[in-house]
């Protein structure tokens, strides 16, 4: 039998159309348990490395014959060996290129709707990561919001699409993933926007996103509205694009709310969450698409892969807008707040500009799953 290797963008789409597949993951069972590849119909068996070394066979009969088998590892060698010696027991498996690292920083690009110009709005959906972007087109020119480190696919993107990058913007300073943001903007030119109450510590040039500011994208000046939406932190922004659509950033997500805590502030930022949940975003339109920075589990994703909902079905049914006394909605935030993102701290420093760590590190940084939301 043969070992093959299969790409994180194959495993995506197979994640996205719900096909069967089953997973042998041979990290060690903490970071398996931590984090792993998610999906509806994805079968697991969990057994570190180190327990197969001597021969896979006494895991050969936990192993199906009948659908496709994918060994994964954190980098990738320890999936070619494991694969390596299954296909010498007459079994046909493949592994996870680049490992979890890989999985980590795949984008998929998902068209989410039309703008009235005829551009349109895409979502990049971070599957392995849990992290949103977007990209705003409109008559040849494009704008950016919460771009991951993996700039290239951002600005290849745009290439295709035969426009320029005019504006890249961050809803907040973020503290789960490095933002790519700035380095967008200087590679084509572009503003890089920032809302100042979040970037009090940077060591470097932006434009200020203050609320109510609006940037125009194409000749028909597309219009993208900032919203000041504290709560995630101090600064949090939200933005509303052609009166059709909310980018919440992590203030609201489909399935929870923002934690307030990633500055060490929970108690002093709880109620700018309550006012903004409950106060600004209760005068918008029930209408608007809400496409968060981030989702929390894999059942959020729509058909085509794209994470969405109206506002006013995330009024109706998410639990974290629901919540009408206000101290148990501040035991609800405070309560429950799952661990700190991994290297959080070092996170937003690089976000700030206070240290420019070197790529390999800057995929450790962000190893394991997005913990931007409450429980």
């Given at each position: ?21 089953f ?10 348990s ?9 079968q697991?068996?969990?057994i570190?490395?180190f ?10 009969d936990?192993?199906?014959?009948d659908?496709?088998v ?20 007459g ?9 979890m690292k ?15 110009d ?18 705003i ?22 290439k ?12 907040h300073?973020?503290a789960?993933h490095?933002?790519?943001?700035r380095?967008?903007?200087e590679?084509?030119?572009?503003t ?16 200020p ?13 597309i ?15 939200s ?9 919440s950033?992590?203030?609201?997500f489909?399935d ?8 060490g502030l ?24 809400v ?10 994703l729509?058909?085509d ?15 974290g807008?629901?919540i ?7 035991q ?5 707040l ?6 959080y ?7 700030m ?14 190893i394991?799953?997005?913990r931007?939301?409450?429980?």
């Amino acid at each position: 039998m043969t070992v093959t290797p299969i790409l994180a963008g194959e495993i995506a789409k197979k994640v996205i159309s719900k096909e069967a597949f089953f997973i042998l993951d041979v990290r060690n069972e903490d970071a398996f348990s931590d984090w792993k590849i998610e999906g509806e119909n994805i079968q697991y068996l969990n057994i570190p490395y180190f327990d197969v070394l001597d021969g896979v066979e006494g895991i050969l009969d936990q192993i199906p014959t009948d659908q496709d088998v994918v060994v994964v590892c954190a980098k990738e060698g320890s999936s070619i060996f494991v694969a390596e010696m299954l296909a010498e027991a007459g079994r046909d498996v493949r592994y996870l290129q680049g490992g979890m690292k890989a999985w980590s920083e795949h984008l998929e690009p998902v068209k989410v709707g039309d703008l009235k110009d005829g551009g349109a709005i895409y979502q990049f959906v971070r599957i392995g990561k849990g992290c949103l972007s977007y990209m705003i087109v409109s008559n040849g020119e494009a704008a950016i919001v919460d771009a991951t480190r993996m700039t290239d696919v951002f600005i290849d993107f745009a290439k295709q699409l035969d426009v320029k990058i005019t504006n890249v913007l961050d809803t907040h300073l973020h503290a789960d993933h490095i933002s790519g943001g700035r380095e967008i903007a200087e590679a084509v030119n572009g503003t890089y926007w920032l809302p100042p109450k979040d970037a009090t510590e940077v060591t470097f040039a932006y434009e200020p996103l203050e609320d109510g500011r609006v940037i125009t994208v194409g000749t028909s000046k597309i219009d993208i509205q900032a919203l000041y939406s504290p709560g995630h932190t101090i600064g949090s922004t939200s933005f509303i694009v052609d009166d059709a659509y909310l980018l919440s950033g992590d203030i609201l997500f489909i399935d929870s709310i923002g934690r307030p805590d990633l500055a060490g502030l929970a108690e002093d930022w709880v109620g700018d969450l309550r006012d903004t949940l409950y106060s600004r975003y209760r005068e918008l339109a029930e209408g608007l698409l809400v496409l968060p920075a981030h989702f929390m589990i894999i059942e959020e994703l729509n058909d085509d892969g794209s994470v969405s909902e109206t506002l006013g079905k995330l009024f109706a049914n998410n639990h974290g807008l629901n919540i009408e006394d206000e101290q148990e909605f501040r035991q609800l935030v405070t309560g429950n707040l799952p661990p700190q993102p991994n290297a959080y701290q070092e996170i937003r420093q690089t976000n700030m500009g206070k240290i420019t760590p070197d790529e390999e590190t800057q995929r450790e940084m962000e190893i394991g799953p997005n913990r931007c939301a409450v429980r």
